[in-house]
C-alpha cells in the first residue's frame, strides 16, 4: 500500500480522545548528560494504559509506544520513540480549532503519532508529514518531537494549519506545554496553573543545566506544588486536598521520560523512563530496543481485557488515594497516603527503589554503549 493511501487510511479509523497532559522537551544542553529529554505527564479518562513494542514491517519502523488497553489493534500511539531516535508525544490543546470539523472526526492524534514512529527518523520528516496528512488533520494538539541528532520542537497543530516552537530557538533551552497552545486564541484553552508548575519545578534545572531523567518522574509528577496559590503541598502536614490545578491528577496515567541521544551515539541508546499508572503512586521502569527484554512484561497489555499488571497494581495504590466514593469524594485526594510524617507514603517509599532502578539502567545503558562501540 502506498504511503498516501496508508495515511488516508488511518485518519479515518476511530480516534481516542487525548484528554490533557503536562509536557516539556529538554535540550542536551541543559542535561547532565548532553542527552535532549521528552516529557509526558499524561492526563486521560482511560485509566488502563500498557506498553507496548511493535516489530518493524513494511517499511515501517520498530518502535515502542504508550497504548490504551481499551485500543486492542494498536490503533493511537500516545508517547513513543523508534529504532532511528525519532520520539514524539502531544498534549492536548484547546485554543487552535475555529471549524465546523464534526467531533466523530477528531481526536486522531494518537493515528498521528503511531504514524510518525512508523516512519519519521528526523523532525523535520515529522514536518513533512504534517504537510502529506489530509485535510482536515482531525487533530488539535501540541505534538513535541525530538530527534537522534539532537533536535526538537512543538508542533501546535490543528485541523488544517501548525506553527512550529523549534528548540533551538528556545532562549532557555527548554520548552513547556500544557493544554494550551501559544499560536491559539489568548487566555483560551485549559492547563495554565498547571504551565506555571511546571515552569516553577523546572526553573531551578534550567539555570544550572543540571537535568535528568529521574526528575521528572520522582519529583515533578510527584508533586503538589500550586503556582496560583503560591504554595507547596507535597511535604506539608495537609491531610486532604482538592484535586485542582496540580501536575498529578485522579485522571493521571503515565509519567514518561523520552532520554535520546547525545552527538555521535547511536539511536540503540535511547530510553524511554516509565512511571506507569497514577504517577504518585508507581514504580519506574525502563525500555529500549534492540535488547533481549527491552520492553518489562509487566508493561504490555494481557488477558482479556488487556491490561497491564504493573498498571493494575497501581490502580489499587490510586483507589487508597481516591477513597471517597459518594457525592463529590472523588475531586479529594487522601495526600498521607503519599506523604506523612513516618515515611511510609507511596512517594517515600517508591522513590527510593526508583533511583536505584535508574542506577541499574544507567550502568546497562554504558555496558551496552562499549559495546555498541566495539562492533
Request: include cysteine; glycine fraction near 10%.
Amino acid at each position: 500500500m502506498k504511503k498516501q493511501a496508508l495515511i488516508l487510511l488511518l485518519l479515518l479509523m476511530g480516534g481516542l480522545t487525548s484528554m490533557a497532559c503536562t509536557s516539556a522537551i529538554i535540550s542536551g544542553s541543559k542535561t547532565k548528560s548532553g542527552r535532549p529529554l521528552l516529557w509526558k505527564h499524561r492526563d486521560t479518562g482511560c485509566l488502563d494504559n500498557r506498553v507496548e513494542l511493535i516489530k518493524g514491517h513494511d517499511g515501517c519502523y520498530e518502535f515502542v509506544a504508550l497504548f490504551d488497553a481499551t485500543d486492542p489493534s494498536d490503533t493511537a500511539a500516545w508517547t513513543g520513540f523508534n529504532e532511528k531516535g525519532f520520539a514524539i508525544m502531544n498534549t492536548a490543546s484547546y485554543n487552535l480549532n475555529d471549524d465546523d470539523v464534526p467531533e466523530k472526526d477528531m481526536d486522531k492524534e494518537g493515528v498521528v503519532m503511531k504514524l510518525a514512529l512508523e516512519h519519521c527518523v528526523t523532525v523535520e520528516d515529522f514536518e513533512k508529514l504534517l504537510h502529506q496528512l489530509p485535510k482536515p488533520m482531525g487533530v488539535e494538539a501540541n505534538f513535541g518531537v525530538i530527534d537522534a541528532k539532537g533536535n526538537g520542537a512543538y508542533f501546535e497543530t490543528g485541523n488544517y494549519t501548525y506553527t512550529k516552537y523549534d528548540l533551538a530557538d528556545a532562549p532557555d533551552g527548554v520548552l513547556v506545554r500544557t493544554n494550551f497552545s501559544h499560536s491559539g486564541r489568548p487566555d483560551d484553552g485549559m492547563g495554565y496553573v498547571r504551565y506555571g508548575n511546571a515552569k516553577h519545578l523546572l526553573n531551578p534545572h534550567i539555570q544550572a543545566g543540571d537535568f535528568e531523567p529521574w526528575m521528572f518522574t520522582e519529583e515533578f509528577s510527584r508533586s503538589f506544588y500550586h503556582s496560583l496559590l503560591g504554595k507547596d503541598f507535597t511535604h506539608s502536614d495537609e491531610e486532604w486536598l482538592v484535586d485542582q490545578d496540580f501536575i498529578p491528577r485522579r485522571i493521571s496515567t503515565a509519567s514518561i521520560v523520552i532520554e535520546g541521544v547525545s552527538q555521535g551515539e547511536p539511536a540503540a541508546l535511547t530510553t524511554m523512563w516509565i512511571a506507569l499508572g497514577y504517577p504518585p503512586c508507581a514504580e519506574t521502569f525502563a525500555a529500549r530496543l534492540g535488547v533481549a527484554g527491552g520492553v518489562p512484561e509487566v508493561l504490555k497489555g494481557t488477558g482479556d481485557d488487556n491490561h497491564s499488571v504493573q498498571c493494575d497494581i497501581v490502580r489499587a495504590r490510586h483507589a487508597e488515594v481516591f477513597s471517597i466514593k459518594r457525592g463529590n469524594g472523588k475531586h479529594y485526594l487522601n495526600l498521607n497516603k503519599l506523604y506523612n510524617k513516618e515515611g511510609t507514603g507511596y512517594c517515600q517509599q517508591l522513590v527510593k527503589k526508583n533511583l536505584e532502578m535508574y542506577k541499574r539502567e544507567n550502568d546497562r545503558r554504558e555496558s551496552l554503549k562499549m559495546r555498541l562501540k566495539s562492533k
